[in-house]
């Protein structure tokens, strides 16, 4: 999903940053910086994108500055980006559902958010939410242009894999506002 909503992410991001949040060994992040853009790379434990960044961009110092790196546990630390700062969010495999109201607040009017659930692959239903729910986490502050849903898991389970992609609302201030 990242490579077929990539270039209108960049565009959109407008010269912010974009997000990568949970990052693993920063696959999203590597294909962004194809575009120009500045990513910041969030996860708890860098290693592997460090590993991946020094052999796969050794020979574009360009495109490693590019990359930020940000060692953040989404889980216990605060988030720190503030209201309208980035141009941009992927999240891919990992889902918290705490961190869609920051999304939506940091993410610029136009932006761009990102979302893939986990696989439904083997025991993973348990941590997938049930049908509706991240689109009712997006309604508010986002229009859809991209959403998809896959039941997985045993009869009678109400779990899902998600797949979207979302793009920021002006706030009503800025919608009555516009010039």
């Given at each position: ?31 962004l910086s194809q575009f120009g853009c500045r990513i910041i790379c969030i996860d708890k434990n860098l290693t592997e994108l460090r590993k991946r960044a ?66 439904g692959c083997g025991g993973n239903y348990l941590e997938l939410p049930p049908a509706g729910y991240v689109r009712s986490l997006l309604d508010w502050g ?38």
């Amino acid at each position: 999903m990242v490579r077929q909503f990539a270039s209108k992410m960049a565009e959109a991001a407008a010269e912010k940053p974009i997000l990568d949040v949970a990052c693993g060994s920063g696959r999203n992040a590597i294909f962004l910086s194809q575009f120009g853009c500045r990513i910041i790379c969030i996860d708890k434990n860098l290693t592997e994108l460090r590993k991946r960044a020094t052999s796969e961009m050794q020979t574009s110092s360009a495109k490693k500055q590019l990359l930020e790196l940000l060692q953040l546990d989404l889980l216990l630390e605060e988030w720190p980006f503030a209201e309208g700062s980035v141009g941009g969010i992927v999240n891919t495999h990992f889902f918290l559902p705490t961190l869609f109201p920051l999304f939506e607040s940091s993410l610029s009017p136009g932006g761009y958010l990102i979302f893939e659930s986990v696989p439904g692959c083997g025991g993973n239903y348990l941590e997938l939410p049930p049908a509706g729910y991240v689109r009712s986490l997006l309604d508010w502050g986002f229009e859809l242009e991209l959403y998809q849903e896959r039941k997985v898991g045993p009869v009678g389970r109400d779990a899902v894999t998600t797949l979207s992609v979302a793009r920021r609302k002006a706030s009503s201030y800025e919608a009555e506002h516009q010039t």
